[in-house]
């Protein structure tokens, strides 16, 4: 079964480290989505990737987040420094191309800054 | 900007129908999603419309849409317990960038 592979499924920190999350997309798919899910905010789109390019990261603090996709199978969404406001989930999705918006979501990194 | 509007919780009794509606702002959408999320997991696409069409069925599931309104609303007959979940309402111009409402959370009793 074809499934999007995250690492970790959970991280806990200390405020001002730097966190790294990975995403291995399915196989294939040419667009690859990070979103942030928290309970007062739900679902947010901090960037997504086509063919390995970011088409848009608006929704990302750029001063501290970062995301790369070094290759079609690895997409990695960086915080540095980290702080407790960025405590969420975190899913990355991947999507074939010329769909209409199936996303395939990963089970995602809960993510705890302390 | 595009936003997405849903009521926060529904609880039903197992065998009736639950409806989860949704409201959104952007009138250009051409594609109206619902999602589900069961705890612990990432979101899976349960069903999608197009904004040229007005209702469609898959099973148990009922999508309709009201484009005038902007009013998208899904219909589960027969709702079971391994339909308790959150669901989530989304839409798209493009088919690839998704603004997703806040999700519903559907609360199935016995």
């Known amino acids: 079964d074809a499934r999007v592979t995250q690492t970790p499924r959970h991280k806990v920190t200390e405020m001002g480290q730097e966190v790294t999350m990975r995403c291995q997309p399915i196989?294939?798919?040419?667009?690859v989505f990070w979103y942030r899910q928290t309970m007062m905010q739900g679902l947010e789109l901090l960037a997504y990737?086509?063919?390995?390019?970011?088409?848009?990261d608006s929704g990302m603090p750029k001063d501290r987040f970062s995301a790369e996709m070094p290759d079609a199978t690895l997409a990695t969404l960086k915080i540095q420094p980290s702080e407790p406001r960025d405590s969420a989930v975190y899913f990355c999705a991947s999507a074939p191309g010329g769909g209409v918006g199936k996303l395939f979501f990963g089970s995602g990194t809960q993510l705890s800054v302390l | 900007g595009e936003d997405v509007e849903q009521s926060l919780f529904l609880s039903v009794r197992e065998g009736d129908s639950s409806v989860i509606n949704c409201t959104y702002t952007?009138?250009?959408?051409?594609?109206l999603y619902w999602y589900k999320q069961e705890p612990g997991a990432g979101l899976q696409l349960l069903t999608y419309i197009f904004s040229n069409m007005d209702m469609k069925q898959d099973q148990r599931l009922t999508v309709l849409l009201n484009k005038k309104d902007k009013h998208l609303s899904l219909r589960i007959a027969d709702t079971q317990t391994g339909d308790s979940a959150i669901y989530f309402c989304?839409?798209?111009?493009?088919?690839?960038?998704?603004?997703f409402g806040t999700g519903t959370r559907l609360q199935v009793t016995l």
């Open positions: 196989l294939g798919h040419n667009t």
């Open positions: 990737f086509r063919n390995r390019a970011p088409l848009d």
């Open positions: 952007d009138s250009s959408s051409t594609y």
């Open positions: 989304a839409e798209s111009k493009t088919a690839s960038k998704l603004t």
